[in-house]
C-alpha cells in the first residue's frame, strides 16, 4: 500500500477494492460464477456502513427539516412516467464500437470530454487511440445508446408489457407529489426525500462502486415558488456541501464545485452543479444539485391531464412550483467515506492500518474481546455482550492472539474495543481502548454500558 504521510494514505481503486473483500465490506455480485459487471453486493461490515450513511443523510435532510417529508415508491411505475419525464426519448449517453477489438466505451470518456454533442465527440475521438487494443481510427461514429433497463410486466412480451427499473428516484417523487401536498398538508416550500435503488444500463461499469447499473440514490426534491429559485438554489448547494463536510466529515480539500456547461446539463436541468470528489480514480461527480424548473411538474400536467399547479393563498397566485433537486449516489458517498477515512500509520516501526470513519458511520460500534477462550473468561465476556448489545452493532471475538484482534478492528474502524481479562473477574473492571488514539483505560464493568453510550453519543 502507497504511503504519503502519517496519516493518509491514498488508495488506488484496485487496493480500496481489494480492501473492501478482505475486510467484509464489499464482495462482486455472484462472484462464485464470475461476477456480473456492474452489480456487487455489500458484506457484513458494508451493510452496516451503508445503513449508517443513509440514516445520517435521512436524519440530516428529513428529519432536521419541519418541512420535508419521506417517501418509498416502488422501483416500477407505469411506463408513461418515463415517457413524460423524457428519459424514453433522452436519457441517453454516447455510445461508440471499436471495430477491431469490439469494445464498446463511452465517446465522452474517450474523448475526455463532458460535451453530449455527437458531432464535436466524432471531430473529438478522431485521434483517440481504444483504450482497450491501441488502435486508431479504429471507432465506430458516436450514436445515442438508452441507458434504461427493460423489462416486462405480466406474463406476456409485448410491447404492451414493456416497462423499466427506474433509472432515478425522483420520478416517482412528482408523481406523489399532490399525494404527498395534500396529506401532510404541504405549503410551498415544502419538499419529499426518497433513498431507494435505481438501475441504468452503463455502457462501461467501472471504478468499483462509482459507476454501477444497480445503483442506489438518496434524492431530496424540494418543491418551491419560482420567484425563490435563486435563493434555494444556493442554501441547498451549501445544505448539501455540509452534509458531506459536517455529517460525513469529507475533507474539503478533496472536494470541489464543477457547474454544468450548456452541452453538459441533463435534458430537465436549466442549472446543475455537481459536487466533485477527489476519488481513488480521479476528481469526480459525488452528488449533484440541479434546478429542474417547472420541468417535471408541467410534464406530468399534461401528460396524465391531472392538474399540478399550486395555489398560494398568501398572495392569491396560481403557479406551477419550481423544483430545486439534491442528489447523490450511495455507493459513490461509500467509497468516499471509506477513501477519506483509510489512514496508513506508523506504530513502534510497525504499519497500522486504520479507518478513522466518524463514530455514527463505524459499522461495528464496540468489539468485546477476552483475552482467552477459557470457559470463565468467555462466560464473563459473553454477559458483558448481552448487556452491551441491542442498540448499536457490537462484535464478539475471541480467537487469534490481542493485538491481532485490535488491528482487526481498527481495519474496519471500530471505535472502542472492551478487554477482559482475568482480573476481570476479581475487579469486576475491563479494559476500554481507544481506537485513534489507541489510550487505554480502566472501567468498572457496572458503569460499561452507560460510559459506552456517552462516548458513542459525544
Ligand atoms: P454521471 O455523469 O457520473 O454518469 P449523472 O450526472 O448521470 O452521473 P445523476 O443522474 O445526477 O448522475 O444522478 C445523481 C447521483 O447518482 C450522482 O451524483 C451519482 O452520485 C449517482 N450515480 C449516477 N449514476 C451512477 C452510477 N452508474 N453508479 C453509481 N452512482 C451513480
Redesign the pocket.
Given at each position: 500500500m502507497k504511503q504519503k504521510d502519517n496519516k493518509t494514505s491514498k488508495l488506488s481503486v484496485d487496493e480500496l477494492t481489494s480492501y473492501a473483500k478482505r475486510r467484509g465490506f464489499v464482495f462482486q455480485a455472484s462472484e462464485i460464477y464470475g461476477g456480473l459487471s456492474?452489480f456487487w453486493d455489500y458484506g457484513p461490515y458494508g451493510v452496516e456502513l451503508i445503513n449508517n450513511l443513509k440514516q445520517a443523510w435521512w436524519k440530516t435532510f428529513v428529519y432536521n427539516n419541519f418541512n420535508i417529508f419521506g417517501l418509498d415508491s416502488a422501483i416500477i411505475q407505469n411506463p408513461k412516467l418515463w415517457e413524460a419525464s423524457g428519459h424514453v426519448a433522452g436519457f441517453v449517453?454516447p455510445m461508440i464500437d471499436c471495430k477491431k477489438c469490439q469494445h464498446r466505451f463511452r465517446a465522452d470518456h474517450v474523448a475526455g470530454t463532458e460535451s453530449a454533442n455527437l458531432k464535436e465527440l466524432e471531430t473529438a475521438i478522431l485521434d483517440k487511440a481504444c483504450p482497450q487494443c491501441d488502435a486508431k481510427g479504429a471507432f465506430t461514429k458516436p450514436r445515442q445508446f438508452n441507458m434504461m433497463l427493460t423489462t416486462h410486466v405480466g406474463p406476456a412480451e409485448d410491447d404492451a408489457t414493456l416497462t423499466y427499473l427506474r433509472?432515478?428516484t425522483a420520478g416517482s417523487i412528482y408523481t406523489n407529489y399532490e399525494n404527498v401536498r395534500e396529506t401532510v398538508r404541504g405549503k410551498i416550500p415544502f419538499g419529499i426525500a426518497q433513498i431507494g435503488k435505481?438501475f441504468?444500463n452503463?455502457i462501461t461499469?467501472r471504478d468499483f462502486?462509482?459507476?454501477?447499473?444497480e445503483?442506489?440514490?438518496m434524492?431530496m426534491q424540494y418543491f418551491i415558488n419560482p420567484n425563490t429559485s435563486k435563493k434555494e438554489y444556493e442554501q441547498w448547494r451549501e445544505y448539501t456541501w455540509k452534509f458531506l463536510t459536517e455529517v460525513v466529515g469529507l475533507n474539503k480539500s478533496n472536494m470541489s464545485w464543477h457547474q454544468h456547461g450548456e452541452g453538459e446539463k441533463?435534458h430537465y436541468a436549466s442549472a446543475?452543479h455537481?459536487?466533485y470528489y477527489n476519488f481513488p480514480h480521479g476528481n469526480?461527480?459525488?452528488?449533484?444539485i440541479?434546478d429542474r424548473s417547472s420541468y417535471d411538474l408541467k410534464s406530468h400536467s399534461k401528460a396524465s391531464g391531472k392538474d399540478l399547479s399550486y395555489f398560494d393563498d398568501s398572495t392569491n397566485k396560481r403557479y406551477v412550483p419550481h423544483v430545486i433537486e439534491s442528489?447523490?449516489?450511495?455507493?459513490?458517498?461509500f467509497i468516499a467515506a471509506l477513501t477519506e477515512a483509510y489512514t496508513v500509520e506508523q506504530v513502534n516501526g510497525e504499519e497500522r492500518i486504520v479507518l478513522k470513519l466518524k463514530p455514527q458511520l463505524a459499522p461495528v460500534k464496540v468489539a468485546i474481546l477476552p483475552l482467552s477462550k477459557k470457559l470463565e473468561l468467555s462466560k464473563l465476556a459473553k454477559s458483558i455482550f448481552t448487556d452491551v448489545a441491542g442498540e448499536y452493532n457490537v462484535e464478539y471475538d475471541e480467537t487469534q492472539s490481542i493485538g491481532k484482534r485490535y488491528r482487526r478492528q481498527d481495519e474496519i474502524g471500530t471505535p472502542y474495543c472492551v478487554t477482559i481479562d482475568f482480573d476481570s473477574i476479581q475487579d469486576q473492571a475491563v479494559t476500554l481502548r481507544e481506537r485513534d488514539t489507541m489510550g487505554q483505560e480502566r472501567i468498572k464493568i457496572s458503569e460499561l454500558k452507560a460510559c459506552l453510550a456517552k462516548k458513542l453519543a459525544s
Open positions: 456492474g449517453d433509472p432515478e435505481a441504468r452503463e461499469p462502486l462509482f459507476r454501477t447499473r445503483l442506489e440514490q434524492e441533463a446543475a455537481d459536487v469526480k461527480e459525488l452528488a449533484g440541479h442528489s447523490m449516489g450511495v455507493g459513490r458517498l
